[in-house]
C-alpha cells in the first residue's frame, strides 16, 4: 500500500534554530497538507498546498513557517526561528485529485522538540 | 461552542462490550464526516467515513445527524486491539481543511 514518508522521525533543535521537516507524498497525490499535534491536544491544521501553490493556511501558520515542494517528490516545512511551543508531532498528509478528503493518507509524524 | 467536541472520556470498557462515541460540530456547512482512530503517538488513521445514512463496517456503526450537527461510533463486542484514541473529525465547508475533536480515549480491558 502506498506510503507518506517522513524524516527525521524526531528531531530535537535548539529554540531559535531553523528546522526543516520533509515529507515525501503518495506519487500522483495532488494536494498535501501539514498538521501538528502539540502532546495530549487536538491535531491542528497548518496549511494545504496544491499546483504549487498554498491553498490554505491557519493562524498557526504565520511567516516563520514556509512550505515547498522543491522538486518533483519532496514537500517541505521549515519553521525559520523555532520557539518552545512549536514542539509538536508534524504529521504530512496527502490527498489525490477526486478523492475528497477521504483520501488523505496521513504519514507517521515528525516528533520535534524545541529546547 | 467547540467546533468539534468529543466527550471527555476515558472509557474503560471489558472485552466483548458495546460502546458508545458521540461528536457535535459547529460548522453547518461541513461536508464530510469521519471518525479516525489513533494510537499512542502515532499518526491517525482513517476509520471510516461517516454518511447520512448511516453505515456499518463489521463491529462498527456511525451514524450521522445533520440536523442535530451530532455524529457516533458505536462499537460492538470491543477486543483489546480497540484501544486506542477515537477522533472525531469534520471538513470545514466546502473545502479540504480537516478541523478535530480532542479525542476520547478507549481502553478495552481483558
Known sequence: EPEVTQTPSHQVTQMGQEVILRCVPISNHLYFYWYRQILGQKVEFLVSFYNNEISEKSEIFDDQFSVERPDGSNFTLKIRSTKLEDSAMYFCASSGQGEGVSGYTFGSGTRLTVV | ?110
Open chain 2, 1 to 110: 461552542r467547540k467546533e468539534v467536541e468529543q466527550d471527555p472520556g476515558p472509557f474503560n470498557v471489558p472485552e466483548g462490550a458495546t460502546v458508545a462515541f458521540n461528536c457535535t460540530y459547529s460548522n453547518s456547512a461541513s461536508q464530510s464526516f469521519f471518525w479516525y482512530r489513533q494510537d499512542c503517538r502515532k499518526e491517525p488513521k482513517l476509520l471510516m467515513s461517516v454518511y447520512s445514512s448511516g453505515n456499518e463496517d463489521g463491529r462498527f456503526t456511525a451514524q450521522l445527524n445533520r440536523a442535530s450537527q451530532y455524529i457516533s461510533l458505536l462499537i460492538r463486542d470491543s477486543k483489546l486491539s480497540d484501544s486506542a484514541t477515537y477522533l472525531c473529525v469534520v471538513n470545514a465547508g466546502n473545502n479540504r481543511k480537516l478541523i478535530w475533536g480532542l479525542g476520547t480515549s478507549l481502553a478495552v480491558n481483558p
